[in-house]
C-alpha cells in the first residue's frame, strides 16, 4: 500500500469514530496501519506529567501508571522537540515501557525501536504518541514527513475527540438539570406565598429585601409550613432566576449517597459506580442550590459544604480534581441548630456560614387567618385534580378547620383538604356542587379541637379548654340545623336548602342528634 493509501485508510478509519470511550483506542488502531508497532500508547500532557489516555500492545497496568518527564528522559525528549523523534537502537536512554509489552515474556522485550510525536494543536503541545518494537529496524523505512503527518492527523484527532467529549459532558450535565429541574417542577409547584395575615406579610418583604443579594439563607421552620416554597421564591426573586434551582433532600440519603449527591463521583469511585455522576453543587453552577433537612448531613459532609462555601471547590468522590463552582446557597432545617452545635451533632463553623440571613418560616397556627385562603387554593387544586367543576368548603368545616391546632402545618391542611373533597364527591354527580361538610373532616382533625375561636389564636401552651372532637362536631350540627329551622319559621324543606342538604338527609341527621323523633313528617 502506498503511503497516500495509508493515510487516506487512516483517515477513513478516524471519521467513523462515533463512541467516545473508542475514540481514543480507535486512534491507535488505525495508526497501526502506517507504523508496523509491537505496543503503542497516547498520553495526554498535564503540566509536567504525561497521563496514558489508551494504549494497544501493553500490560494493563500500563495505563494505570503517571509517567513524569522529569523521570523519563525519551518522553521529556519528545515533548521538547517540534518533529517525530527515531531514537537509536543504541540508546542507553531507558524506555518507559521496558518490561511492559503484552503478551511477550519479559525477558524477551527489551524495546529495540523506539518512536515518538509530539502532538501539537497551533503551538500547544496536548499530547504524545509513542510506539516501540522489539524488532531494531522495525521503523527505519518511514519517512520523517510521513511521520509527521501522522503526528498531526493524531494531534487533530487528539483535539476533536476532547472536544466531542467535553460536549457529552455538558449535554449530560444539562440533561441532569433537566430531570432534576422536572422532579423538582412536579413534586412542588409554584412560588407564590398565599396568605393575608401580617406574619406572611412580613414573610414576603424579607424576601423581597434579601432575594437580590448573594447571601447564603438559613430557612427555618417546623415540618410542613413551607420552607421550599420559600427558597423558590427567594431563587425566582433573585438575579440568578435564569440560571437553575436545584433541590436535594439531605434526610432522604445516607452519608455516602449524599456525599455523591452533592460532590459527585467518578466511574469506579465505589462499588456500583459504573459511570461518571455530576454533583448537585457542580450542576448548580451559576444558578442556586436548596438543601432541605440540612441539619441530617454528617459532619464529615458538613466539612466538605463548608470548603464549597468558603472556597468555591468541590471534589467529586474517587477523583483528584477540584472544579470551581459559583453557586448561591439556600439551606432548610426544621432542627434548633444552636442546640444541634452545642451537642457536637452540628458545626460551628458551618452554622455560622449558613446563617448569614435567617429566615423564619411561621407555622400555621400563628396564621389561622390565612386558612380559608390556602384552603380554597387546595381545594381548586384538588377539583382540577379529581375533575370536578364546582367545589366549596361549607362555612361549618371552616370552622373545625379554624379550631384545628395544625401540628402538621400547611402540608397537613393541604392533606385534609384533599381527602375531604374526595369523600364530599362519593356518590355525587361531578357537574354538581360538592360542598365540603364536617362530616368529611372527622377521621382527620385528630382527637381534639379547640372549644372556641379565640382560644385557637393564643399560642397552644396557654389553651387549656379542650373537649372531644365528636361533642363538638356534634353541638355545631345542632346549632346550625337550630338556627336554620329558627330562620325557616320551623319549615324543614327550607332549612334543608339553606344547608345545601337534602330534606331526607337532614332528617336522618336531625333524628341521630336527637332533634326529631323518627316519623313522617
Known sequence: MSKFDTLAAIATNLT?????????????????????????????????????????????????????????PRLDIICNSSEPVLFSKDSTLPDPFDGLIAPVPESTQHIHACLGCPLHVGDRLVGVLTADALDPGAFDHLPQKFLKVIGLMAGAQMQTADLLIALEKKAERQGQIATDLMQDALAQQGTEILGTSRVIEQLRQEISLVAKSDFTILILGETGVGKELVARALHTQSLRREKPLLYLNCAALTDSLAESELFGHVKGAFTGATHTRTGKFELADGGTLFLDEIGELSLENQAKILRVIQEGETQPVGSEKMAHVDVRLLAATNRNLENEVAAGRFRADLYHRLNVYPIKVPPLRERKEDVAVLGGYFAERSMARLGLKRVRIGEDALQLLLRYNWPGNVRELENIISRSILKASAGVDHHDMITMRPQHLTADLGTTIYTNPAQAEEPSSKIIGKISLREELKALQIRLIKSALDKNNGNWSAAARDLDMNRSNLHNLATRLGLRKKQKD
Open 16 to 72: 467513523a469514530i462515533l463512541s467516545a470511550e473508542d475514540r481514543y483506542q480507535r486512534l491507535l488502531d488505525a495508526l497501526h496501519i502506517a507504523i508496523p508497532y509491537d505496543a503503542a500508547a497516547l498520553l495526554r500532557i498535564q503540566d509536567d506529567t504525561l497521563i496514558p489516555l489508551a494504549a494497544k500492545g501493553l500490560t494493563p497496568d500500563a495505563l494505570g501508571r503517571q509517567y513524569q518527564r522529569k523521570l523519563h
